[in-house]
Every structure is written in structure tokens, then in C-alpha cells.
């Protein structure tokens, strides 16, 4: 991984919804399942944890879509519909962001791939760490560690 300056701004496709991270990511991820692939319109979708307080929104106002809760929420851009960012209901300590949508995309490659057992059979990642599901909650606490080392 590679440090950046901070804050850096992001913006969907339109440019009419403009975010910001003043913190580093958590870490770094590829989710295969199908809602993902779905969503994205791709074999896997890649986000970056980051701390909610290190998160905000510069410029115009996202929308939900996709799912809508009860257990998350995502985020577009209410113009070109760029798929921003997620909310998982619970854990509001954080937020998932689609890292591509900063001009430097080093936070792009994803440290943990999940939900492996949804992968389309020619997809690769390149992650460090795979998983069917999602990792254990036993299991966070040294990989966040282990990916704070790795910036």
C-alpha cells in the first residue's frame, strides 16, 4: 500500500457529487457475491473502510438505492447514479467506499477478498487474504492491524 496526502477528494462519474477522506482507510476489500457483481456490473466490487469521522460529503446530496436497509445502505450520486458509498446499519464506527472514485486509487487494491464462494471462476484479486464468507469477528482485529502495517 501506498501513503497518500491527506485530505483527498473523490468524486462519482458526473462530478456533481464531490466526497472527501481525511483518514486512511481500515482496510482494503474485493466482495464476490452476486448482489455485489450485480451492482457493479463487474466480478467483484472493491471498497475501503474508513473512519466515519474521516468521511464527508463536499458537494450534493447522495441518495439510497440498490438495497435499502435494514442491515445497510448504499449511496449514489442522484444524477449518473455512481454508486458511492455503504452504510452498514450497526456499525457506525465506519463506512465502506468505492476507492476508485479518487483520482490516486491506490486504496483500490483490496488487502481481503470475501464472499469467495460466490466468485465467477476466471476472477482474480490479487488480495492477501480470502475468505467464502466474511472473515470472523475474531478475525478483524488482526487484520486491521495487519493492513495498518502495510501502509
Same mark, same amino acid.
Given at each position: @500500500? /501506498?501513503?497518500?496526502?491527506?485530505?483527498?477528494?473523490?468524486?462519482?462519474?458526473?462530478?456533481?457529487?464531490?466526497?472527501?477522506?481525511?483518514?486512511?482507510?481500515?482496510?482494503?476489500? &474485493?466482495? /464476490?457475491?452476486?448482489?455485489?457483481? $450485480? @451492482?457493479?456490473?463487474? &466480478?467483484?466490487?472493491?471498497?475501503?473502510?474508513?473512519?466515519? +469521522?474521516? =468521511?464527508?460529503?463536499?458537494?450534493?446530496?447522495?441518495?439510497?438505492?440498490?438495497?435499502?436497509?435494514?442491515?445497510?445502505? /448504499?449511496?449514489?450520486?442522484? +444524477?449518473?447514479?455512481? !454508486? @458511492? =458509498?455503504? $452504510?452498514?446499519?450497526?456499525? #457506525?464506527?465506519?463506512?465502506?467506499? $468505492? *476507492?476508485?472514485?479518487?483520482?490516486?486509487?491506490?486504496?483500490?487494491?483490496? =488487502?481481503?477478498?470475501?464472499?469467495?464462494?460466490?466468485?465467477?471462476? !476466471? &476472477?482474480?484479486?490479487?488480495?492477501? /487474504?480470502?475468505? *467464502?464468507?466474511?472473515?470472523?469477528?475474531? #478475525?478483524?482485529?488482526?487484520? %486491521? $492491524?495487519? =493492513? &495498518?502495517?502495510? %501502509?
Amino acid at each position: @500500500m /501506498h501513503d497518500l496526502d491527506l485530505p483527498i477528494e473523490g468524486r462519482c462519474r458526473c462530478g456533481k457529487l464531490r466526497v472527501e477522506l481525511s483518514a486512511p482507510p481500515l482496510m482494503t476489500s &474485493a466482495c /464476490h457475491c452476486t448482489g455485489c457483481q $450485480r @451492482m457493479s456490473a463487474s &466480478a467483484f466490487s472493491l471498497t475501503a473502510m474508513v473512519p466515519v +469521522d474521516g =468521511f464527508r460529503v463536499l458537494e450534493g446530496e447522495p441518495v439510497k438505492g440498490g438495497i435499502k436497509g435494514p442491515q445497510l445502505d /448504499h449511496y449514489f450520486c442522484p +444524477d449518473c447514479l455512481t !454508486w @458511492m =458509498f455503504t $452504510r452498514i446499519n450497526g456499525f #457506525d464506527g465506519f463506512l465502506n467506499i $468505492r *476507492p476508485t472514485m479518487f483520482d490516486a486509487a491506490v486504496w483500490a487494491e483490496p =488487502f481481503i477478498e470475501c464472499m469467495t464462494e460466490d466468485k465467477l471462476p !476466471w &476472477a482474480r484479486t490479487g488480495a492477501r /487474504h480470502s475468505y *467464502p464468507g466474511f472473515p470472523s469477528e475474531d #478475525d478483524y482485529p488482526r487484520l %486491521l $492491524r495487519e =493492513f &495498518a502495517e502495510s %501502509l
